[in-house]
Every structure is written in structure tokens, then in C-alpha cells.
């Protein structure tokens, strides 16, 4: 008798202790670390939630910082969206200099080469991450090797290359209805511009962003019509990569699991999809949480360039025009410039990091049977 109630206490709800289920090693590999973590108030949201999404991204600092060599994926990632920057820079190029009519033109018209370069730089981005994912998971003896999840990753190029094609059209999408949102908006609702594309062009023409600092020396170069191959990149280059990159970040955000179930649970696209779906309706205050501690990381640093504005009197973005400013501002500009985007990368890659320790969590979760309606 004594066996039995041993047996039918944790299994038919007479004891609130969950049992402790070694099918957790099933489907997935999962790292001891992970299998005990959880939500403290059993993922019904308020404090619990909050640390568990906190302290997925305190795990992915932790994590990099034993394993530097993750950094490479902050590397490739950055060249990635630099490459992007450069590609619309040269679409701009080539839509002032080819005649009018031409087949240049007329493919950009069709948004065909916007297109593909937006594919080409998901693809990237997502084969990346699906690296990092697969380095993590597979790490052996407290190290993680970034050129192995690269390598296994290449199993599965193909439902990355389908799921890269359908948030490229779909972020191609949601830009142009975010463009055609802000056109022609009645004088009383200009104010509303501030969320639309031209936030990222009215900001990073300012000091200290814009580390050209001297407008003449790249809008009157001979040989180029006076417009400068550098100019094509900076401004309007770079603006439109930031505006592809927040789109796309929201996109990611709402589906962060496809990935990993892809590559390490083998699913087709359809169903990790229907997974990602799945693993939201339970971890998404986690997930949120962990972006907006993230976010917030990345946004002090960003908002510091308020101090330098304000250190430095150069607070129009006209200044930049009339003004050259002395070389120890321009040196400090350029460093806050490099401190900044470094940041954002290196929490892009905790992001990447947090994500999969996400998916290990609320993956067990999922697991676990819930036993509060026998409590």
C-alpha cells in the first residue's frame, strides 16, 4: 500500500510536488542548466515572469563572456548589415545615374532589387543565428565553438532559405505600408513623422552621428557629379538598413523559436512555425521582458548622445554645415559612433544567446505536465 501511494501521490495530483520527467531529454538536448530553470510563478505572468525574461539575457552575457569566441557571430553580423548599407547605397547609385526608362529602373520601380537584397541579408542573418544556436546547444566541456554551429547549420539551409524569403517579403511589405502610413499626413498629425522612416534620417544627420561632420567634404567631390560615393552610403545607405533592421527585429521578435526548432528539433517550416506560435502563447512576457531589458541596454547608450550634443553646443543638425567642429570632438564623435554599434551587436548576440535559452525553457515547460487542476 505504501509503494502505491507512492506511486499515485505525484502522478494522480494527491502531491503538489511536480514530478520530475526524464522525457525532458526526448526531442531536444538539454543542458542541466536548463532543466531545472523555469517561471517561477508558473508562467501566469507578474514578478516571475519578469526575472525569468531578465535572466535569460543575464545567461546570454554570462555565456558570451565564457565563450568569447561567440563573438565571431557579433562580427559576421555587423559586415552582414554593412554589406546591406553598401547594397542600398549602390541601388541609389544606380537610379541617379542610369536614364530614365532603363531596365536598372525599372527593376527598382518594382522593388525587385530592394527584394533581393532584403532576402540576401536575412538569409544571412538567419543562417548566423542558426550557427550560434547550434554552438550553444552543442558545447562540450563549458566551450562553444562558433565555426561548428556554422558548419552543422548547413544541414538546414534550405527551410532557412524558405523562411528567409517569407520575412523578406513580409518585412518589404510592412516598410511599404509604414512609408505609405506617414505620406500626406494632415499638418496637424505631422508630429507623428517622429515614429515614421524619417526618424532614423532626422537623427543620424545630427552631431554626433553624423561623422562625416563636414558636409562639403562629401557633396562636392570632382568626378562624381558632386555627390560622393560616400554619401551614398552615408546618409541614405545607412538610413535604409536601419529601417530594414527594425522591421525586420519586429518580425523576429513576434517568432523568435523557428529557428531553433528548425536545427534542433528538424522541423519543417510549417511546423516550427506553428511551434514558434505555440512556445509565444506561453513565454511571450518571458521574451518580452528579455527585449525590452535588452532594448533598454542599447537605448542608454544610444541617448548619451544628448551629453555630447549638450557638452558640445552643436545641438542643430545645420551646425554640421556652417560649423567643422575642433578635432577633439570630432575624435570623440567617432568613438562614441564605435562604442555605440559595437553594443548594439554585442546585445544582438546576447539577444541570439537569450533566444535559445528561451526556447530550452519554455520548451521543458511544455513538456512538464501541469498539475494545478488536481492541487
Known sequence: MTRVAGIDGPWLGLCRKPPALPALQMSIAIPPEFAHEGVPDGGSGGPGTIRSGIGAALFGMRTLNRNPQLLWFTLLAGLVLAGNAIGHAALRYLDWFVQPGGIMELARDGYILDFFLEFITVFCLLFLLAGLVLSIS????GSASFSDGLAGAKKYWKPIFLWSFILALAGMLLFRIWCYLFIGLPPEFQYLNVFGPQFFHSTITQFPFNWTLDWNMVTEIPGYGGRSLLLWIYPFGVMEALN??????????LMPFVVPLVVLEQKTIRGAVAGSSALMKKAWREVAACGLFLGMIVSGVFLTY???QAASGIVSPFQTVTFHPPDAWIALALLYNLVLVTAAFIVATVGGIAVQHLFISAKSRQLTPSLEPYS
Do not use: D, V
Open 138 to 141: 552543442s558545447k562540450k566541456e
Open 244 to 253: 530594414f533592421s527594425a522591421i525586420t527585429l519586429i518580425l523576429f521578435i
Open 306 to 308: 544628448l551629453l555630447i
